[in-house]
T-cell receptor, first 115, second 109 residues
């Protein structure tokens, strides 16, 4: 149980375009979802926390107008990287937590490369 | 501020035992997690400690001392597939995970 999927697993896009990444909880209801970014050889950096039906809470230094997060249902959250730049190239990982739970279940990650 | 410290890199021999330490200073404490992360993959859950003491799960054990702000992950009978980064994370008073930078474990034959 507790499976989280992410799509796509890899994406290459051109600078200036937008990319949408989906995160789905397959067998549980994720009241809270988290979006992380990880640069090579660095630890996970929390970008934002989203609760179903409400606006995401962004960490300091993360531009909410650039990284649009939508958590419209209990099983789906999306992260849209708008006007992508090469410095946005990174490994983006989502995680989900169900109501009353403490463990975060991670998706497999999305490797974004902006050319 | 909040801080999680763990060694950057450790090397051990196949079949041996290794202990990865983690010290923390956080605003509140709602448990400590250990995750394993292979290169290019997402983290996978290993253990969760919220009370003092040792939790054993197969070849892996995790220990917590809340008074000392200290935890360790013990890996026994090391296998080559255990080569990975091991991430220590503490859940603070807001139920947010504060992550350490990870310990890269290299297993040699």
């Amino acid at each position: 149980g507790a499976v989280v999927s992410q799509h796509p697993s890899r994406v290459i896009c051109k600078s200036g375009t937008s990319v949408k990444i989906e995160c789905r909880s397959l067998d549980f209801q994720a009241t809270t979802m988290f979006w992380y970014r990880q640069f090579p050889k660095q630890s996970l950096m929390l970008m934002a926390t989203s609760n179903e039906g409400s606006k995401a809470t962004y960490e300091q230094g993360v531009e909410k107008d650039k990284f649009l997060i939508n958590h419209a249902s209990l099983t789906l959250s999306t992260l849209t990287v708008t006007s992508a730049h090469p410095e946005d190239s990174s490994f983006y990982i989502c995680s989900a937590r169900d109501l009353g739970g403490y463990e975060q279940y991670f998706g497999p990650g999305t490797r974004l490369t902006v050319t | 501020g909040q801080n999680i410290d763990q060694p950057t890199e450790m090397t051990a021999t196949e079949g041996a035992i290794v202990q990865i330490n983690c010290t923390y200073q956080t605003s509140g404490f709602n448990g400590l997690f250990w995750y394993q992360q292979h290169a290019g993959e997402a983290p996978t859950f290993l253990s969760y400690n919220v009370l003092d003491g040792l939790e054993e799960k197969g070849r892996f054990s995790s220990f917590l001392s809340r008074s000392k702000g200290y935890s360790y992950l013990l890996l026994k009978e090391l296998q080559m597939k255990d080569s990975a980064s091991y991430l220590c994370a503490v859940m603070d008073s807001n139920y947010q995970l504060i992550w350490g930078a990870g310990t890269k474990l290299i297993i040699k034959p």
